[in-house]
Each structure stands twice: as C-alpha cells, then as structure tokens.
C-alpha cells in the first residue's frame, strides 16, 4: 500500500514554543492531506483539511491562528502547533488520500505524540 | 455535516467466536465506508471498505455489510483471535469534488478484546 511518513515520531516541549510536525506521501503526490487529533482512548477528530497551493480548511473550533497549515508540496504538509500548552499534548496523525481510477484511499501516517511541559 | 456513530464502545469475546460492530450515519450522500484497526500507540490501518453501490463485502473473516436505506454499516470479525484485538474505528466519506476531496468523519471507535 501507500506510504505515509510523519516526523517527528514524538516531541517533548516546552510550554510557549512551537512545534512544527511533517506529512509526506512518499510514493504519491497529494493535493489533499488531513490533519488529525486524538487524545487518549478517544478517537481521532478531524483538525483541518491541508490543500496544495491554497488555505488549509479549519474544523469548526480550531483555532487556525494556533494550528498552522502549509502544504509546501504535492507530497509534504507541515503542522505547527504555536506556543504549544499542556491541553496541546495529545498524539497528532496525518493522512493522505490516494487516488486509483474512481476510488480513492486514505493512508494514516504513523503519527506524532506531543507533550508540552 | 456528517455524524457517525458507533457500538458498542466495548467488545469482549471468547477466542472462536464472532464480534459484530455497528455504525449509524447521517449524511445520505456519503458513499465510501471504511473501517479501521488501530494498535495502541499505532497508526490506522484500513482493514475492510465498502462503497455505496455494494451491499456487502467479504475478506477472509472480515465483513462488512452497508444498508443506505436505514443508514448503517457494520463490521463483522468471524473466528476471532486474540491478535483482533485492538481498537476499530468506522468512517463515512462523501462523494468526491472538483478541488476537495471529502473528509472522512470517524466513529467514536470500539474496543475489541479478544479472550484465549
């Protein structure tokens, strides 16, 4: 199947810095990525839609000021969470749609756990 | 928007036997289902889809069966082991547009458990 990467695999920061978080499909290009949070034992709530070349689409009660989106190529979005606080610990997944044909597939990186001291 | 919805929230079986998972949707026009297995601490992994235009799909002991009219899908794991355990997650999907493709909306996942 496709590959999804994401980097880094777990990052331990301070509270009030920033902290950016990678998406790349690695053998297919995506004009579209989804940025996911999921707290313990909970399941995974949709953040923001990444778009290539345009805004990224914010959920409603996301703060789009707080949780940057840059989707700087068809293959790599970035998430930076600024001035990180502890409620900003939680484990942080991207995914990729692949298209084949008419069906499309969405791919999960393997997420990113994030604890703000 | 869409809303799926999923049960039970907890699952526990005896090796051999058969789990059932349900969800509900709301949105009519969604038409691509999937389902998901997630280990702790690991990413989703896409066990089984069905798309609207299928009644039922089968892989090994994975089904799943979709019901447009009444707006659910279910999952279901025949011959369970103990490595089935884990957390599984439905998801509802519009149709694809000209700029977007849509987002896949998440039930609130069920934990499975499977006893030797």
């Known amino acids: 199947g496709a590959v999804v990467s994401q980097h880094p695999s777990w990052v331990i920061c301070k509270s009030g810095t920033s902290v950016k978080i990678e998406c790349r499909s690695l053998?297919?290009?995506?004009?579209?990525m989804f940025w996911y949070r999921q707290f313990p034992k909970q399941s995974l709530m949709l953040m923001a839609t990444?778009?290539?070349?345009?805004?990224?689409?914010?959920e409603q009660g996301v703060e789009k000021d707080k949780f940057l989106i840059n989707h700087a190529s068809l293959t790599l979005s970035t998430l930076t969470v600024t001035s990180a606080h502890p409620e900003d610990s939680s484990f942080y997944i991207c995914?990729?749609?692949?298209?084949?044909?008419?069906?499309?597939?969405?791919?999960f990186g393997p997420g990113t756990r994030l604890l703000v001291l | 928007g869409e809303n799926v919805e999923q049960h039970p929230s907890t699952l526990s079986v005896q090796e051999g036997d058969s789990a059932v998972i349900k969800c509900t949707y709301s949105d009519s026009a969604s038409n691509y289902f999937p389902w998901y297995k997630q280990e702790l601490g690991k990413r989703p992994q896409l066990i089984i889809d069905i798309r609207s235009n299928v009644g039922e799909k089968k892989d090994q002991r994975i089904a799943v069966t979709l019901n447009k009219t009444a707006k659910h899908f279910s999952l279901h794991i025949t011959e369970t082991q103990p490595e089935d355990s884990a957390v599984y997650f439905c998801a509802a999907r519009g149709g694809l547009r000209s700029y977007n493709t849509d987002k896949l909306i998440f039930g609130t996942g069920t934990r499975l458990q499977v006893f030797p």
């Open positions: 995914s990729a749609p692949r298209t084949s044909g008419w069906e499309e597939t969405q791919y």
């Open positions: 053998d297919f290009q995506a004009t579209t």
């Open positions: 990444s778009n290539e070349g345009s805004k990224a689409t914010y």
